[in-house]
């Protein structure tokens, strides 16, 4: 069993740059792919920004050019790093792991806990 614990959310204000944390139970990190989803209130979730163990990355519209994903295997963490934030990105963010970008980007085998990022002044 994978245990997914995400950490760094709060509240923000507009054009902020919260940092998120994954940190996962065991070295799977380097041998998964992790996503950061989010849920917005009324909306469906949304896969963000992915990262492979190869280092590869993906990025949704939303994230595109705003968001960063990286990873340090050494600590078992995956971080997605935000910039720019507005209030639209006020949402549950999650990360999730699963064998590659392609499985990840159809959902998470093994799912977090969620960390709530409320943008606003």
């Known amino acids: 069993q994978v245990q997914l614990v995400e950490s760094g959310g709060g509240l923000v204000q507009p054009g902020g740059s919260p940092r998120l944390s994954c940190t996962a139970s065991?070295?799977?990190?380097?041998?998964?792919?992790v996503g950061w989803y989010r849920r917005a209130p009324g909306k469906l979730r949304e896969l963000v920004a992915a990262?492979?163990?190869?280092?590869?990355?993906n990025y949704n519209d939303s994230g595109k050019g705003r968001f960063t994903i990286s990873r340090d295997n050494t600590k078992n963490t995956v971080y997605l790093q935000m910039n720019s934030l507005e209030p639209e990105d006020t949402a549950v963010y999650y990360c999730?792991?699963?064998?590659?970008?392609?499985?990840?980007?159809?959902?998470?085998?093994?799912w977090g806990q969620g960390t709530q990022v409320t943008v606003s002044s």
């Open positions: 999730a792991v699963n064998r590659n970008l392609w499985s990840i980007r159809r959902g998470g085998e093994f």
């Open positions: 065991g070295s799977i990190v380097n041998i998964y792919a």
């Open positions: 990262i492979n163990n190869e280092g590869t990355t």
